[in-house]
Structure formats: structure tokens, C-alpha cells
């Protein structure tokens, strides 16, 4: 009996169709994976190329991946998803971020308020472009506008630290930058919650009298409850991979490499499984496993530090592999007729973006009193999207089915634009502030006690001589660490070029 009913899960059109799917992106995987070093040869970044090898095998062009292909890798997509949620969280160092907290909120309220005003006037002026969404009622286009603007606040922090890999670049800007880039990133992430709670409210039909009370009630319910899953996430993940754990006792069996393989393994599969955990109590699954993240980093106890940097090491080369699959099947999903008919669209939100976040990182800088030149040059450091918002662009696109997919394509238009506008933007920043070391050019000091010296790889800051800490506008930065407390050196096998 239970011979049949396997022969008859295996024969089943679903499993055929997933079994195909996945064959042809094991296929396809190579293309993408070279698709990414040619644009990283071309100076852009690697997931450009993972997007246009989607786009050009996907079912609008060449057409190897089909449509049902493409919805049938879905389990996939959540497991990258999962993964790049998890990088974001675990770049948030609380011990770390409470030395400049005032500037660094301040900043980071700035920015998102003013871009979140300006591109949600935007977005809704232009929702009448839009196939599919300018067919919705007003309630209903308010909340998508709302859901657009709110992924116009990202900012990729993977691709902020390649640049500064890149630049080899340290200094109190370069870790104002990562601390403002990460927390606005969580606040994105909890905010996407709430809109695609305040979404589901006025589509819902429900008695009168209950809307109001539902639709205050359901946005902090989800909030909650991913962020409870997440922290359930954490604690099952650091009891897995403590040191006198079940899965702590196989190892020393193991050589090292396939030690760190294995526990490699262990973090996809669980967060994996929080990502699906969410989903299925639908709450947010993303914010699950930014809070997992979150937690995993800013536990204390004696072998912080070291699992810290072995959390980051390993959930780095997975990125490397999980980048290839989501933004192939990103770029895969996109619809390329619609996103020939949003181009002046795009670019209209894209330009006013640009001015809100000119006018935001002014005012965050000057309200916190931070240097006027940061005030000049800190927007140029906060244009570039990748990760985080296509995986909230992708979210909206599988999760409302009927103008999901236009608003999907639509927003990675967008997205697409800061991405190749965002890291030359930032590159010149760090040369003006002076922070651009892998140039030979001098490191700009803050007053006359700060003496800076340049030594083969690595910035001394000194102070009367003496080792310790410089300060700008309030940000305290040590030895050439970022935010994180994380020296370059240990970010050297990261793949940072997203």
C-alpha cells in the first residue's frame, strides 16, 4: 500500500514538473554563474548578470524556463529567500550601534520619511500607468503605493560592504554608512509587514464596523508572530550548532571541511524551515529570518565573537550559491513586454527617489549635527537596492496574484536603476571623504589631534600618540572595524558583490 501511494506521489504531475524545473536550472545555473562574472568583468555588479541570464532563458525570451517552471521552483526561491534575510539580520550589531545611536536614528528616520513621502506621491501619480493596478479602487491603490514606496526606503547592505571591500574603505563615514544602511534595512523589512497586513484589510470583506478595529489589530499580530517565529528560529539554530550540541557530537568524526559543510547545511535547512513556518502561519517571512539573524549575532556569552565570525563566513559562500538561483528566477519572472511599457515610469520614480534621499540624508545629517560634509556627500552612499528589495518585490509578486506580477516588475525596474547607479554614486563618495584606500590617497583626519598613518593594508588611528579611537558626529570607530565589530580581513571570503 504504501509502494503505490509513493509510485503514485512520484508520477503525480506536480513532482514531474518540479523534477523537470529543477533539471533545467541545474542546466542553466553555469550560464548564470558566468553570466555574474562577466558583469563584475564589466565593473557592474554580479547579480546584473544572475538577472539577465533569467531574463534571456526565462519564458518571455527563449522561453527554457516556462512559466509553470518557473512557479514551480518556488521552494527554492524561499530558501534563497530565507538565506538573504538571515545576512541581513545578522548584520545588525546592537552593542555595536548604541555608541552612535542618536546619529545614526536620526539619519536613518530622515531618510526613510522623506523618501517614503516623496516616492509614495510618485508611485500613486503614476499607478494609472500600470496594467492591472490602475484597475484597483482608490483604498486599494493608496495601499499599493504605500507597499512601493516603503521598498523605495531600501538599501542593500551587501552591496555597500563590496563597495567598501572594493575601496578598501574605513573610516567613521564608511561605518556610519553600514550602520544606517543595515537598521534602515530592518525597519524596511518590518514596515513591508505592516503594508501587506493594511493590503489584506481592504481587500477582506468583512462586517461593518470591524474594518478599523481589524486593521489595527492584524498588521501588530503579524509583526508579532514573525517576529516570535524567528526568535523560535534562533534558538534552534544556536542550540544546533553549540558546541556540546547532538550535532556538535558527530562532527569531530569529520574532517574540517566537511564540518563546515555540514553545518553550512544545517543553517539553510533551518532557515529554510522558518521561512516556510512563517509563510504557513502567515505571518512575514522575511522579518522571521532578519529577526534569527538578529539574534544569532547579539547573543552574549563566551564564544561570541568566534561564532559570529563563522555565522558570517558561512552564511556568505551560501549566498554565493542561493544569489545564482533567486536572481535568475527573479530576472526568469519578469514580465519584458510590461517593463518596456513602465521604462518612463521608472525613471520618474527613480529620479524623485534621488531627491528624497538627497533632502532626507540632509536634513538626518543636520539635525544630528554631523559634519557638513557628510551632509554633502552621505546620499551617494544610500542609492544602491538589490537583495532585500527585490526579495520584498518578489514576495508582492507571488503573494497578490492578480497585480502582484505587474507591481513585481514594475518595482525591479526601479530597482535596477539605483543598482547601476547607487555603487559609482558611493565610490565617489569614499574618494571625497578620503576614505578610498585601495587608491593611495590620503586619509582625511578630524581635527589636529587625530594623527592617521597608512601601512600596507591596514589604517593605525592614533590619538596623542597612543592607540585608540577616533570620532565624528558621534560615531565611535575602532581599528578599521565597521559596524559589526568585523575587520575586512574576515569579510575576505565573502561574496560581497551583489
Same mark, same amino acid.
Given at each position: 500500500?504504501?509502494?503505490?501511494?509513493?509510485?503514485?506521489?512520484?508520477?503525480?504531475?506536480?513532482?514531474?514538473?518540479?523534477?523537470?524545473?529543477?533539471?533545467?536550472?541545474?542546466?542553466?545555473?553555469?550560464?548564470?554563474?558566468?553570466?555574474?562574472?562577466?558583469?563584475?568583468?564589466?565593473?557592474?555588479?554580479?547579480?546584473?548578470?544572475?538577472?539577465?541570464?533569467?531574463?534571456?532563458?526565462?519564458?518571455?525570451?527563449?522561453?527554457?524556463?516556462?512559466?509553470?517552471?518557473?512557479?514551480?521552483?518556488?521552494?527554492?526561491?524561499?530558501?534563497?529567500?530565507?538565506?538573504?534575510?538571515?545576512?541581513?539580520?545578522?548584520?545588525?550589531?546592537?552593542?555595536?550601534?548604541?555608541?552612535?545611536?542618536?546619529?545614526?536614528?536620526?539619519?536613518?528616520?530622515?531618510?526613510?520619511?522623506?523618501?517614503?513621502?516623496?516616492?509614495?506621491?510618485?508611485?500613486?501619480?503614476?499607478?494609472?500607468?500600470?496594467?492591472?493596478?490602475?484597475?484597483?479602487?482608490?483604498?486599494?491603490?493608496?495601499?499599493?503605493?504605500?507597499?512601493?514606496?516603503?521598498?523605495?526606503?531600501?538599501?542593500?547592505?551587501? $552591496?555597500?560592504?563590496?563597495?567598501?571591500?572594493?575601496?578598501?574603505?574605513?573610516?567613521?563615514?564608511?561605518?556610519?554608512?553600514?550602520?544606517?544602511?543595515?537598521?534602515?534595512?530592518?525597519?524596511?523589512?518590518? +514596515?513591508?509587514?505592516?503594508?501587506?497586513?493594511?493590503?489584506?484589510?481592504?481587500?477582506?470583506?468583512?462586517?461593518?464596523?470591524?474594518?478599523?478595529?481589524?486593521?489595527?489589530?492584524?498588521?501588530?499580530?503579524?509583526?508579532?508572530?514573525?517576529?516570535?517565529?524567528?526568535?523560535?528560529?534562533?534558538?534552534?539554530?544556536?542550540?544546533?550548532?553549540?558546541?556540546? $550540541?547532538?550535532?556538535?557530537?558527530?562532527?569531530?568524526?569529520?574532517?574540517?571541511?566537511?564540518?563546515?559543510?555540514?553545518?553550512?547545511?544545517v543553517i539553510l535547512l533551518v532557515s529554510?524551515?522558518?521561512?516556510?513556518?512563517?509563510?504557513?502561519?502567515?505571518?512575514?517571512?522575511?522579518?522571521?529570518?532578519?529577526?534569527?539573524?538578529?539574534?544569532?549575532?547579539?547573543?552574549?556569552?563566551?564564544?561570541?565573537?568566534?561564532?559570529?565570525?563563522?555565522?558570517?563566513?558561512?552564511?556568505?559562500?551560501?549566498?554565493?550559491?542561493?544569489?545564482?538561483?533567486?536572481?535568475?528566477?527573479?530576472?526568469?519572472?519578469?514580465?519584458?513586454?510590461?517593463?518596456?511599457?513602465?521604462?518612463?515610469?521608472?525613471?520618474?520614480?527613480?529620479?524623485?527617489?534621488?531627491? +528624497?534621499?538627497?533632502?532626507?540624508?540632509?536634513?538626518?545629517?543636520?539635525?544630528?549635527?554631523?559634519?557638513?560634509?557628510?551632509?554633502?556627500?552621505? !546620499?551617494?552612499?544610500?542609492?544602491?537596492?538589490?537583495?532585500?528589495?527585490?526579495?520584498?518585490?518578489?514576495?508582492?509578486?507571488?503573494?497578490?496574484?492578480? !497585480?502582484?506580477?505587474?507591481?513585481?516588475?514594475?518595482?525591479?525596474?526601479?530597482?535596477?536603476?539605483?543598482?547601476?547607479?547607487?555603487?559609482?554614486?558611493?565610490?565617489?563618495?569614499?574618494?571625497?571623504?578620503?576614505? +578610498?584606500?585601495?587608491?593611495?590617497?590620503?586619509?582625511?583626519?578630524?581635527?589636529?589631534?587625530?594623527?592617521?598613518?597608512l601601512q600596507l593594508g591596514s589604517i593605525?588611528?592614533?590619538?596623542?600618540?597612543?592607540?585608540?579611537?577616533?570620532?565624528?558626529?558621534?560615531?565611535?570607530?575602532?581599528?578599521?572595524?565597521?559596524?559589526?565589530?568585523?575587520?575586512?580581513?574576515?569579510?575576505?571570503?565573502?561574496?560581497?558583490?551583489q
Amino acid at each position: 500500500m504504501s509502494d503505490t501511494g509513493a509510485s503514485a506521489a512520484l508520477s503525480s504531475p506536480v513532482f514531474q514538473h518540479f523534477l523537470v524545473a529543477c533539471s533545467v536550472a541545474v542546466i542553466l545555473a553555469p550560464f548564470s554563474y558566468y553570466m555574474g562574472i562577466g558583469a563584475r568583468m564589466l565593473k557592474l555588479p554580479q547579480i546584473t548578470g544572475y538577472l539577465v541570464s533569467g531574463i534571456v532563458c526565462g519564458p518571455y525570451l527563449l522561453g527554457i524556463l516556462s512559466t509553470e517552471s518557473v512557479v514551480d521552483l518556488n521552494i527554492i526561491e524561499g530558501a534563497c529567500l530565507s538565506i538573504i534575510g538571515l545576512a541581513a539580520g545578522a548584520e545588525l550589531h546592537l552593542s555595536e550601534l548604541s555608541r552612535s545611536k542618536k546619529q545614526v536614528l536620526g539619519i536613518t528616520f530622515g531618510i526613510s520619511a522623506v523618501t517614503w513621502l516623496f516616492c509614495y506621491g510618485a508611485l500613486e501619480y503614476t499607478s494609472g500607468l500600470l496594467p492591472k493596478v490602475g484597475e484597483l479602487d482608490a483604498p486599494h491603490v493608496v495601499a499599493v503605493a504605500s507597499l512601493g514606496a516603503t521598498l523605495m526606503m531600501a538599501r542593500s547592505p551587501a $552591496s555597500a560592504i563590496a563597495v567598501l571591500k572594493e575601496m578598501d574603505g574605513k573610516g567613521p563615514f564608511s561605518s556610519l554608512v553600514m550602520a544606517v544602511v543595515v537598521v534602515k534595512d530592518v525597519v524596511v523589512i518590518i +514596515a513591508y509587514a505592516i503594508n501587506v497586513e493594511l493590503i489584506r484589510v481592504s481587500i477582506l470583506p468583512s462586517a461593518p464596523g470591524s474594518p478599523h478595529l481589524l486593521g489595527m489589530v492584524l498588521p501588530i499580530m503579524s509583526v508579532m508572530l514573525s517576529i516570535t517565529v524567528g526568535l523560535c528560529g534562533g534558538l534552534l539554530l544556536s542550540m544546533m550548532l553549540r558546541p556540546h $550540541s547532538l550535532l556538535a557530537a558527530i562532527l569531530p568524526s569529520m574532517a574540517p571541511a566537511t564540518t563546515f559543510k555540514v553545518k553550512q547545511l544545517v543553517i539553510l535547512l533551518v532557515s529554510t524551515l522558518i521561512f516556510n513556518m512563517a509563510h504557513y502561519f502567515d505571518a512575514e517571512p522575511l522579518l522571521a529570518c532578519v529577526t534569527m539573524g538578529l539574534f544569532m549575532v547579539n547573543r552574549r556569552h563566551e564564544r561570541a565573537d568566534k561564532e559570529k565570525e563563522e555565522l558570517h563566513m558561512m552564511v556568505s559562500q551560501i549566498m554565493s550559491l542561493t544569489n545564482v538561483a533567486f536572481f535568475g528566477l527573479a530576472g526568469a519572472s519578469l514580465k519584458v513586454g510590461a517593463l518596456k511599457d513602465m521604462f518612463g515610469a521608472a525613471l520618474l520614480v527613480f529620479a524623485v527617489r534621488l531627491a +528624497a534621499i538627497f533632502i532626507g540624508s540632509w536634513l538626518g545629517c543636520y539635525s544630528t549635527s554631523t559634519s557638513a560634509e557628510y551632509r554633502r556627500l552621505f !546620499w551617494m552612499s544610500m542609492i544602491t537596492q538589490a537583495g532585500v528589495a527585490m526579495g520584498l518585490a518578489r514576495l508582492a509578486g507571488t503573494r497578490f496574484p492578480d !497585480w502582484g506580477p505587474h507591481f513585481q516588475t514594475y518595482m525591479m525596474a526601479i530597482i535596477l536603476l539605483n543598482l547601476l547607479v547607487g555603487p559609482p554614486l558611493f565610490r565617489q563618495a569614499l574618494v571625497r571623504v578620503g576614505e +578610498a584606500k585601495a587608491l593611495l590617497l590620503p586619509i582625511k583626519g578630524n581635527g589636529p589631534v587625530a594623527a592617521q598613518q597608512l601601512q600596507l593594508g591596514s589604517i593605525i588611528i592614533k590619538e596623542n600618540g597612543a592607540g585608540g579611537s577616533s570620532s565624528e558626529g558621534g560615531l565611535v570607530h575602532q581599528h578599521g572595524h565597521g559596524l559589526g565589530g568585523e575587520d575586512s580581513s574576515n569579510k575576505s571570503n565573502r561574496d560581497l558583490d551583489q
